[in-house]
């Protein structure tokens, strides 16, 4: 069992836009301004997506954004593009012992 | 353009100890400012936090792994290793270095390792 908690699957069509949950608590993502999203492609490394909760990368569609409120982080995916179809997991540091905690993943359907 | 690529054994038997290695291009390990970090996937599933090392040889383990992991720095090849010892078939997993801890920005394509006699 993962220590954050995403929803299994999650769909859309082109052009739609999706929202994905990354559930915590107070010692992990509401604890923290350190929630990141990786986006992994079958048989691919992941690749960060989103960092600090809200921040992206250079290089990073802007059609990708994070957020958090409370123990709750969100990774939102607007205008959905076929390509965006891949598993997403977010991470987050945490006070226990483990330092660094992910969630358990969620694919991403593109209809 | 930071670049990490993974080496070492594919199939290890179990009982014994499952040895990567990470080398480093594009970037230093010994200029600082980041973690350099093990993070292994078993098939099918999520990512799990093995450890890290900082370019001093500082490092910092997951607890439920910290018994079996050592991980180690070379920083005159810009290399960092992974050592895993007393292996069994749940150890099975493809086995990432990257750089960060709570923020990963770069990768190694993973080498799968397979525990089997």
């Given at each position: 069992?993962?220590?954050?908690?995403?929803?299994?699957?999650?769909?859309?069509?082109?052009?739609?836009?999706?929202?994905?949950?990354?559930?915590?608590?107070?010692?992990?993502?509401?604890?923290?301004?350190?929630?990141?999203?990786?986006?992994?492609?079958?048989?691919?490394?992941?690749?960060?997506?989103?960092?600090?909760?809200?921040?992206?990368?250079?290089?990073?569609?802007?059609?990708?954004?994070?957020?958090?409120?409370?123990?709750?982080?969100?990774?939102?995916?607007?205008?959905?593009?076929?390509?965006?179809?891949?598993?997403?997991?977010?991470?987050?540091?945490?006070?226990?012992?483990?330092?660094?905690?992910?969630?358990?993943?969620?694919?991403?359907?593109?209809? | 353009?930071?670049?990490?690529?993974?080496?070492?054994?594919?199939?290890?038997?179990?009982?014994?100890?499952?040895?990567?290695?990470?080398?480093?291009?594009?970037?230093?390990?010994?200029?600082?400012?980041?973690?350099?970090?093990?993070?292994?996937?078993?098939?099918?599933?999520?990512?799990?936090?093995i450890?890290?090392?900082?370019?001093?040889?500082?490092?910092?383990y997951n607890?439920s792994l910290k018994?079996r992991v050592?991980?180690?720095?070379?920083?005159?090849?810009?290399?960092?290793?992974?050592?895993l010892?007393?292996?069994?078939?749940?150890?099975?997993?493809?086995?990432?270095?990257?750089?960060?801890?709570?923020?990963?920005?770069?990768?190694?394509?993973?080498?799968?390792?397979?525990?089997?006699?």
């Amino acid at each position: 069992q993962s220590a954050l908690t995403q929803p299994a699957s999650v769909s859309g069509s082109p052009g739609q836009s999706i929202t994905i949950s990354c559930t915590g608590t107070s010692s992990d993502v509401g604890g923290y301004n350190y929630v990141s999203w990786y986006q992994q492609h079958p048989g691919k490394a992941p690749k960060l997506m989103i960092y600090e909760v809200s921040n992206r990368p250079s290089g990073v569609p802007d059609r990708f954004s994070g957020s958090k409120s409370g123990n709750t982080a969100s990774l939102t995916i607007s205008g959905l593009q076929a390509e965006d179809e891949a598993d997403y997991y977010c991470s987050s540091y945490t006070s226990s012992s483990t330092l660094v905690v992910f969630g358990g993943g969620t694919k991403l359907t593109v209809l | 353009q930071v670049q990490l690529q993974e080496s070492g054994p594919g199939l290890v038997k179990p009982s014994q100890t499952l040895s990567l290695t990470c080398t480093v291009s594009g970037g230093s390990i010994s200029s600082g400012g980041y973690y350099w970090s093990w993070i292994r996937q078993h098939p099918g599933k999520g990512l799990e936090w093995i450890g890290y090392i900082y370019y001093s040889g500082s490092t910092y383990y997951n607890p439920s792994l910290k018994s079996r992991v050592t991980i180690s720095v070379d920083t005159s090849k810009n290399q960092f290793s992974l050592k895993l010892s007393s292996v069994t078939a749940a150890d099975t997993a493809v086995y990432y270095c990257a750089r960060g801890a709570g923020t990963v920005d770069y990768w190694g394509q993973g080498t799968l390792v397979t525990v089997s006699s």
